[in-house]
């Protein structure tokens, strides 16, 4: 089981940033992906971004695209979501959560990943 732990949610203006972080207790595998969720509240969880343990992100939500960058320090086995640009529908508890095999490609659904944090807390007001 990998441990994730996400932080650098907080409280922010529409137009504003914030930069997210996930460390993994695990993160060598070159079939392991992490990947970004959120929720809102009263939503079902959404993804948000992935990327491949080599350094590919293999997904963008629409909603993200151009705003949001996903990134990584191997060597801090960490995982980053910088998020520019942000609007209230942005709001939510976001989540990262470690996986393998196809939950790496294609479409990014939740119940891929075994491994989750415990989130952290987005909000954007207008």
């Known amino acids: 089981q990998v441990r994730l732990e996400e932080s650098g949610g907080g409280s922010v203006e529409a137009g504003g940033s914030l930069s997210l972080a996930c460390a993994a207790s695990?993160?060598?595998?070159?079939?392991?992906?992490l990947a970004w969720f959120r929720q809102a509240p009263g939503e079902r969880r959404e993804g948000v971004a992935r990327?491949?343990?080599?350094?590919?992100?293999?997904y963008y939500a629409d909603s993200v695209k151009g705003r949001f960058t996903v990134s990584q320090d191997n060597a801090k086995n960490t995982v980053y979501l910088t998020m520019n640009s942000l609007k209230p529908e942005d709001t939510g508890m976001y989540f990262c959560?470690?996986?393998?095999?196809?939950?790496?490609?294609?479409?990014?659904?939740?119940?891929?990943?075994?491994?989750w944090g415990q989130g952290t807390q987005v909000a954007v007001s207008s």
């Open positions: 990327i491949q343990q080599n350094g590919r992100v293999t």
């Open positions: 695990e993160y060598s595998s070159s079939k392991v992906c």
């Open positions: 959560a470690s996986g393998s095999g196809r939950a790496c490609y294609g479409i990014l659904l939740d119940t891929d990943f075994p491994d």
